[in-house]
């Protein structure tokens, strides 16, 4: 099934063979042109003057072993924005074939889509911010290559039901991906990593930016079937991912406390954060969060986010028309929401 969706030219593309895809061992190295003497920078005894290994190989072996799966089920990217392009990329004929975008969502699915020339399906989540199976199953056409779903959801915070996602994955032919950059904050709803083994239409997102803590790096990573990875590590650039952040990477890996410490840091001022907006009178709803961020329904909007601007504090506002008057407030250090909550209790 996979072989048929992917780009017809795509399938027998020749891929530009780099100098050090050949050779990553050898005593002296002399095929890719690079300054043999050295960089002026000395990063952490890293080899800045050579080129990385254009395949991750350490770095995906490493993010295996801690899901469980193959090597060969992941690939990293810069970013899952990479990702989402190179996976549109792969599939989708410009101007003649579509995406199904479940919303409301991360607004890149939809950008990525239109910089790629195909055309963008949207489907509304239900009242609870749940996928409509039905709606989105009539949505998909033979032209439909991919459905974007993400999980924790951005903006709205909560988990998708995971047995509609699984539907959605045995009922059509597109590939489903799952976008699960926050899904550390959320309890328990980890295990789709280990179903793409069974669903080879599934596709799984998650980043080092969020629960991790290294934005700064760009590194995100997809779980897929073998043979989507294969594809995808034939069409990216020759050295997308750097060495700096591949070591930087591997070095957090090792230190998985930070991450169970920070996340529940997080769940624990999560839940704190959300009883005391709550009580705030010009708070009219705050939405359960399964994320590290509280989609916020206030009576005017507009009146606090140009309230926070000014006391330097920047939150994100929505432009769905579903979403008028909501804003997506990030859960800060205690001392962040403090300063937050008081701006908005004695200024709004």
């Not at 909560?158 to 904050?185: G, P």
């Not at 799984?204 to 790096?217: E, Q, Y």
């Not at 008028?324 to 209790?345: D, H, K, P, Y």
Request: charged fraction near 25%.
């Amino acid at each position: 099934m996979i072989e048929e969706l992917i780009r017809p030219h795509l399938r027998t593309f020749k891929p530009y063979v780099s100098a050090r895809s050949e050779v990553l061992d050898a005593k002296i190295f002399l095929d890719a042109n690079e300054l043999p003497v050295g960089n002026p920078v000395g990063e952490g005894g890293i080899g800045l003057n050579r080129y990385p290994d254009p395949f991750q190989i350490d770095l995906r072996k490493a993010i295996a072993n801690g899901l469980a799966v193959d090597p060969e089920m992941i690939f990293t990217g810069v970013g899952s924005d990479e990702i989402i392009d190179l996976l549109i990329r792969l599939f989708c004929e410009p101007a003649l074939d579509s995406v199904t975008v479940v919303e409301p969502t991360y607004g890149v699915y939809r950008v990525a889509a239109n910089v790629n020339a195909v055309r963008t399906t949207t489907i509304e989540l239900n009242e609870q911010f749940q996928i409509d199976l039905a709606s989105t199953l009539a949505s998909v056409r033979p032209d439909t290559k991919l459905i974007f779903l993400c999980s924790p959801n951005n903006p709205t915070g909560n988990v998708l039901n995971r047995e509609d996602i699984l539907s959605l994955c045995k009922k059509t032919s597109a590939i489903v991906i799952v976008d699960q950059a926050y899904v550390e904050f959320a309890n328990g709803s980890d295990d789709l990593a280990r179903i793409v083994r069974e669903l080879e239409n599934l596709v799984v997102l998650r980043t080092f930016s969020k629960a991790w803590g290294l934005a700064g790096i760009r590194l995100g990573y997809c779980i897929a079937h073998a043979q989507i990875v294969s594809y995808l590590l034939r069409i990216k650039s020759p050295y997308n991912v750097s060495a700096v952040t591949s070591r930087l990477a591997l070095n957090a890996l090792k230190n998985r406390n930070f991450l169970v410490n920070a996340v529940a840091t997080i769940i624990e001022e999560r839940n704190r954060l959300a009883t005391r907006l709550n009580a705030l009178p010009c708070v009219v709803k705050v939405y359960p969060s399964d994320a590290n961020f509280f989609l916020v329904e206030f009576q005017d909007a507009h009146l606090v986010f140009e309230t926070l601007r000014r006391a330097g504090i920047i939150v994100r506002r929505r432009s769905e028309p579903r979403l008028a008057n909501c804003l997506r407030l990030t859960v800060g250090t205690r001392e962040e929401n403090e300063l937050l909550l008081s701006e908005i209790r004695t200024k709004t």
